[in-house]
């Protein structure tokens, strides 16, 4: 759904680069927000706050000093594992047109304009494609790294 949805914005703004980035943070956007209040939901009745509530600590200090870093982590993480979803979206939005117009290079793009020379010249489409798993790969690996080094448990 998230590609569709990125496709009817990009639609309706216009095919380009910047189009491209508001509809893929349009689109991207909730599964941050559920995670970002789940973990807030959870810290928010942890005994420490309590504690700080009851010391007279302003909500604002709470919020910024004890919520809102405790958050972050499982922020980072979700980021990490979500990047290779996003790279796909771009490079779908760029192989339809719609994303990054030339000059400007662009996976989805390349794999474009290398599709009409498939069985001649394979390698216009296929290194593109590899880079594209190469780096989901990457951010996949990256997200479970720092899970491990972040995860306060």
């Known amino acids: 759904p998230r590609l569709v949805l990125a496709l009817a914005f990009v639609a309706a ?49 709470i919020v910024l000093k004890h919520v809102v870093p405790m958050c972050v982590p499982s922020l980072i993480v979700r980021t990490t594992y979500d990047m290779d979803g996003i790279i796909i979206i771009a490079a779908g939005l760029g192989f339809l047109g719609l994303g990054a117009q030339p000059p400007i290079p662009e996976w989805g793009a390349m794999i474009s304009t290398g599709r009409e020379q498939i069985f001649d010249q394979w390698w216009v489409a296929t290194f593109p494609g590899l880079a594209i798993c190469i780096v989901a790969l990457g951010f996949n690996l990256l997200g479970d790294g720092l899970r491990d080094v972040l995860d306060a448990r």
């Open 13 to 61: 703004l216009g095919p380009g680069l910047e189009n491209a980035v508001i509809a893929i943070a349009f689109t991207a956007w909730p599964p941050y927000a559920r995670v970002a209040r789940a973990e807030t939901m959870i810290i928010r009745n942890a005994d420490y706050i309590s504690a700080m509530r009851l010391q007279g600590a302003s909500q604002m200090r």
